[in-house]
């Protein structure tokens, strides 16, 4: 496609927000040499888990976050092409679509992974990953569901004025009921148990 800034909207909006990972930093520079091996040994919980989640993370998360950052929201795309051409409303619909099966494509890949691989010592790592396997299952569900929602718009919406017709595909991918999930934060908990930060992605 000609250009990589497809809207995930609200489907997105579960899945991403952060980007970039880091071990947490000491910010006290007085720290005493004991303290800070300390800390060093208290920063990973599994070290093998740890390499697993980063990784796929970065290889199946992060491409997301990097592609679709500029759109969380309609209102974000709205005040994104006041600067940029717009592709005309059948393209806009097109890249929607796109965007939404590749990031199922990608939480896919992500989990199953995860499932695989994402074997841990620690129990509560354990616990935290097959939440967050189960919430992802439930939310490529509902990418499905916005999906078969956006292949009920007409003609007549094609017809639409640019904005009025990225609002009603911003109306369209809304849910009446949200499944059981939220994926994105249990991508959070289980940086702050692997004591990850990740860097804000607003722009």
Do not use: W
């Not at 500029?70 to 717009?86: F, L, M, P, R």
């Not at 569900?141 to 919406?157: A, H």
């Not at 639409?160 to 934060?185: A, P, Q, T, W």
Request: glycine share 4%; charged share 40%.
């Amino acid at each position: 496609m000609k250009n990589k800034f497809l809207v995930l909207l609200f489907a997105l909006v579960m899945i991403l927000g952060v980007v970039g990972c880091s071990k947490k930093a000491n910010d006290n520079a007085n720290t005493n040499e004991q303290t800070a091996q300390e800390d060093t040994a208290d920063k990973v919980v599994d070290e093998n888990y740890y390499n697993v989640y980063t990784k796929n993370y970065e290889s199946s998360i992060v491409p997301l976050e990097e592609s679709y950052y500029i759109y969380g929201n309609v209102d974000s795309a709205e005040k994104y092409y006041k600067d940029h051409d717009y592709p005309g409303n059948k393209e806009y619909l097109n890249e929607v679509k796109a965007a939404l099966v590749d990031s199922k494509e990608k939480v896919q890949e992500f989990i199953d992974n995860m499932e695989k691989d994402g074997k841990s010592d620690n129990e509560k790592v354990n616990k935290l990953n097959k939440e967050m396997i189960d919430d992802g299952k439930d939310l490529i569900e509902d990418i499905d569901k916005r999906l078969e929602k956006l292949d009920k718009i007409t003609d007549k919406d094609l017809a639409k004025s640019d904005k009025e017709f990225r609002r009603i595909v911003g109306d369209h991918i809304v849910l009446e009921k949200e499944g059981d999930h939220d994926f994105k934060e249990m991508l959070k908990k289980l940086d702050k148990e692997l004591n990850i930060e990740r860097k804000d992605t607003n722009r």
